[in-house]
T-cell receptor, first 110, second 122 residues
Framework: AQSVAQPEDQVNVAEGNPLTVKCTYSVSGNPYLFWYVQYPNRGLQFLLKYITGDNLVKGSYGFEAEFNKSQTSFHLKKPSALVSDSALYFCAVRDDKIIFGKGTRLHILP | NAGVTQTPKFQVLKTGQSMTLQCAQDMNHEYMSWYRQDPGMGLRLIHYSVGAGITDQGEVPNGYNVSRSTTEDFPLRLLSAAPSQTSVYFC?????????????????????FGNGTRLTVT
């Protein structure tokens, strides 16, 4: 069965520093991987996806994610964090259905 | 386009009451789904539909019914509300399948979410 794990409930990063939000997955076939962001009192917004091709995927708001097949990971990254990046981030995997991780709350400290 | 619209935004029910959460999209999306979001649990799939007249169960379907009579609407019904159904409910849809090299592909389309309905059952 497919699954996705986000091992950190919360990540704190100082503004201007690089950030990483971790995600690992398990699927039986080729993985289709997504990152979404949720701001308070809003639905989830799509950030980026990996379907096939280059392992480094670029998305919205300067975010990128690195697909690593051997480690079954799809970590979200940004070179320089902004206070406005503070939000709840979800990793998702699609096999037969779309399954979400439990989310990681990102706090960017001014 | 309004996108995915959910109503109401807030609702309080007493145990045993019934209600319908509405979801409508104006993007001609074939796929629609309902999730519930609970602290520490992430989003869990309740029901989904791949097109008008077709529905299927997700991870946590018990206590919920759905129907899909039109492409635009996908209501979620609670027949007898329970405190365990206190949650934030999100409706999401996905664009129609595309064709790549003659193969119908839907997996690469991201979901479009509504802004949620916060439900409290007392």
């Amino acid at each position: 069965a497919q699954s996705v794990a986000q091992p950190e409930d919360q990540v704190n990063v100082a503004e201007g520093n690089p950030l990483t939000v971790k995600c690992t997955y398990s699927v039986s076939g080729n993985p289709y991987l997504f990152w979404y962001v949720q701001y308070p009192n809003r639905g989830l917004q799509f950030l980026l996806k990996y379907i096939t091709g280059d392992n480094l995927v670029k998305g919205s708001y300067g975010f990128e994610a690195e697909f690593n097949k051997s480690q079954t990971s799809f970590h979200l990254k940004k070179p320089s964090a902004l206070v406005s990046d503070s939000a709840l981030y979800f990793c998702a995997v699609r096999d037969d259905k779309i399954i979400f991780g439990k989310g990681t709350r990102l706090h960017i400290l001014p | 386009n309004a996108g995915v619209t959910q109503t109401p935004k807030f609702q309080v029910l007493k145990t045993g009451q019934s209600m319908t959460l509405q979801c409508a999209q104006d993007m001609n999306h074939e796929y629609m789904s309902w999730y519930r979001q609970d602290p520490g649990m992430g989003l869990r799939l309740i029901h989904y539909s791949v097109g008008a007249g077709i529905t299927d169960q997700g991870e946590v379907p018990n206590g919920y019914n759905v129907s899909r009579s039109t492409t635009e609407d996908f209501p979620l019904r609670l027949l007898s509300a329970a405190p365990s159904q206190t949650s934030v409910y999100f409706c999401a849809s996905r664009p129609p399948a595309t064709s790549e090299h003659g193969v119908r592909v839907t997996a690469n389309s991201p979901l479009h979410f509504g802004n949620g309905t916060r439900l409290t059952v007392t």
